[in-house]
């Protein structure tokens, strides 16, 4: 584990170093990874530091809302309307890598267009270990590693928590005494409900994914998994009424990991899921099933795509 104390006062002084007499833009999510990062940049540039949250569509329900309500203190915090910029690059793409290498070019884009009204010459990303062993071993490329363009007009991208598993990242926020809805969060892609949608992102398919992972979100606290969510996977026949109906295929994921490196499949109670598959059936006409995957990490990844 790592010691806490000495990561934050040694962090803070790489990062002042880095920047020097730079601006630099944060990519603030709302998770605990970009809101460590931000939390250290901070202290070692201060009012220097410009937090950027990018609203890509691809967002949990409610997402850009709390963002507003929990950084409002952050007087200079941007929030981009990116949706359909978005939207229209995914448009059409159907393979995993290819969503991936999308978003992140996007992502890289906008932090652009806002570094350079930020007069900023530094990128600070909330980029943790596994990030890196999962681009660097081609499992899958991550928005913010792996997924980035060759050309990018930053001086330099700086990554103060590289080094960190996710666990010892919650140490680190608690003794930032960031608020526990931002150090246990639970974690989200970078990429958003892409990689929880398996073929093309259509505004149909975010809808079941936001919607459904908000309703596994809700059922599976008591039991306090690393990682819960729900997944469109596809179309099959159901019936609804006294209609036959080719709704989503719902997949709803629920794991225990230490890390994200490994993860087993939570045994939730029976009760549970049939609560989950009646809420998302029930509150959504398009959905026609709801299947519970028990596949550990390996063979799977934690994610779909």
């Known amino acids: 584990m790592v010691d806490v104390d000495e990561f934050i006062e040694e962090a803070t002084e790489e990062i002042a170093d880095e920047i020097g007499d730079a601006n630099a833009i944060i990519a603030l999510s709302?998770?605990?990874?970009s809101s460590v990062a931000a939390a250290l940049a901070y202290r070692a540039i201060g009012d220097r530091l410009t937090p950027v949250y990018v609203d890509t569509g691809l967002m949990r329900k409610g997402e850009t809302e709390g963002i507003r309500e929990t950084f409002s203190f952050?007087?200079?915090?941007?929030?981009?309307?990116?949706?359909?910029?978005?939207?229209?690059?995914?448009?059409?793409?159907?393979?995993?890598?290819?969503?991936?290498?999308?978003?992140?070019?996007?992502?890289?884009?906008?932090?652009?267009?806002?570094?350079?009204?930020?007069?900023?010459?530094?990128?600070?990303?909330?980029?943790?270990?596994?990030?890196?062993?999962?681009?660097?071993?081609?499992?899958?490329?991550?928005?913010?590693?792996?997924?980035?363009?060759?050309?990018?007009?930053?001086?330099?991208?700086?990554?103060?928590?590289?080094?960190?598993?996710?666990?010892?990242?919650?140490?680190?926020?608690?003794?930032?005494?960031?608020?526990?809805?931002?150090?246990?969060?639970m974690p989200f892609p970078g990429p958003g409900l892409a990689v929880r949608i398996l073929g093309e992102v259509t505004e149909e398919k975010l809808d079941v994914a936001r919607e459904a992972c908000h309703v596994v979100e809700e059922e599976v606290e008591e039991h306090d998994p690393w990682q819960a969510f729900a997944a469109v996977i596809g179309k099959a026949t159901g019936v609804k009424g006294d209609n036959r109906v080719h709704g989503w295929v719902v997949a709803v994921r629920s794991v225990?990991?230490?890390?994200?490196?490994?993860?087993?499949?939570?045994?939730l109670p029976w009760e549970t899921l049939q609560r989950i598959q009646s809420r998302i059936t029930g509150e959504n006409d398009n959905v026609a099933r709801v299947v519970y995957d028990v596949t550990h990490k390996p063979p799977a990844t934690i994610e779909y795509e």
């Open 30 to 33: 709302g998770g605990v990874d």
């Open 256 to 267: 225990e990991s230490r890390d994200g490196m490994t993860a087993r499949a939570q045994n």
């Open 74 to 185: 952050m007087d200079s915090l941007r929030i981009v309307e990116a949706q359909d910029r978005f939207l229209d690059a995914l448009s059409g793409v159907t393979d995993p890598e290819e969503k991936r290498h999308a978003i992140g070019e996007g992502f890289i884009r906008e932090f652009e267009r806002e570094a350079r009204d930020a007069d900023a010459d530094y990128l600070v990303q909330g980029t943790i270990y596994p990030d890196r062993i999962e681009s660097e071993g081609n499992i899958k490329s991550h928005h913010n590693v792996g997924g980035l363009p060759d050309v990018i007009d930053f001086e330099g991208i700086v990554e103060p928590v590289r080094d960190l598993y996710k666990d010892e990242v919650r140490q680190v926020a608690r003794a930032l005494d960031l608020e526990e809805v931002v150090s246990e969060r």
